[in-house]
């Protein structure tokens, strides 16, 4: 489903103030939840959390530490909720087994560069990634969920949208309050520009580490070549800009729903649109998942990482970690 229109900023009308009710009961079930205890796990756990709904950037920060950890000789594992996919775990994810209806997009994404978990208990998940050998345990999203002590929760904030208009669920897109959120998490790892305000809403004593998406090294073939855009993300309009950025001539443009379960059938309709303006089908890593096998080598994909304004300082909140690690017997 689509956020609604109002979520994205300012007052939004007389619709948040009508849904604040049930805002208010859905804050003070998160804070109960949050509250209660979770199981310290014998191994360093990170979390890539977000005070928002829909996409901030959490997987792509938590891929950057899986990669940093790995560096550094670390057996990091990946656990994630598998959002959108019908198993509820925990199972390790194999991408030649498993699908994103299965797991979800961002749990093959992980599942790429180092062991990736589904669970919907965090605790279970967690547990069977020790079990299989995990050194350190990387969270892609959960900084609501308690079932696991967390040792450095790092708050991921797209900068374009902020934290909306600042209202909680179902009046606006956030989980729980940005004081409350803040207040669990080590570091806020600020990616993109900050149109938005939101280092404005932010503990002032909470350290800001700032970001940036890059693209892939595939946007070198892109300059000057005519491309049809679609992608099922929560900002398709970051994925549009990026292609533009990269000098490609965006010929046409479809957005979908964040998460969208592509068929065989809007494959057809988008190839067929393609081909009419001759065109190159491109989309995103999260989107490419989702297409079905057989249109797969019909469509090009242009990657992002994230690039790090001062690298040494995620570096830093790592170190006490890495020192924590125990050593296989």
Known sequence: MRAPGFWSGGSGGIAPLLLSPIAALYGAATARRVAKPGWQAPVPVICCGNATAGGAGKTTVALDIGQRLSNRGVAAHFLTRGYGGTLKGPVQVDPDQHDSQAVGDEALLLAGIRPTWVAADRQAG???????????????????????????????????????????????PLREPVYAAAARCRAAVLIGDDESGAA?????????????????????????QPVFAFCGIANPRKFFN???????????????????????????????????????????????????PAFRSRVKVLTVRLKWEEPLAIESLLDPLAQQVPIPA
């Open 126 to 172: 967690g547990r069977a990634a020790i079990e299989a050998g995990a050194r350190a345990i990387v969270m892609d999203d959960g900084l609501q969920n308690p079932g696991l002590v967390k040792d450095l929760s790092l708050l991921v904030v797209d900068g374009n949208y902020g934290f909306g208009n600042g209202r909680i669920i179902p009046a606006g």
């Open 200 to 224: 404005a809403q932010l503990p002032p004593d909470l350290p800001i580490l700032r970001a940036r998406l890059v693209p892939g090294p595939e946007a070198e073939l892109l300059a000057g």
């Open 242 to 292: 990026s292609l533009q950025e990269v000098g490609a001539v965006v010929a046409g443009r479809v957005p979908y729903a964040d998460h969208y379960p592509y068929d065989a059938g809007d494959l057809r309709e988008l190839l067929e649109e393609a081909d009419r303006l001759r065109a190159t089908p491109i989309t995103t890593a999260k989107d490419y998942v989702r297409i079905p």
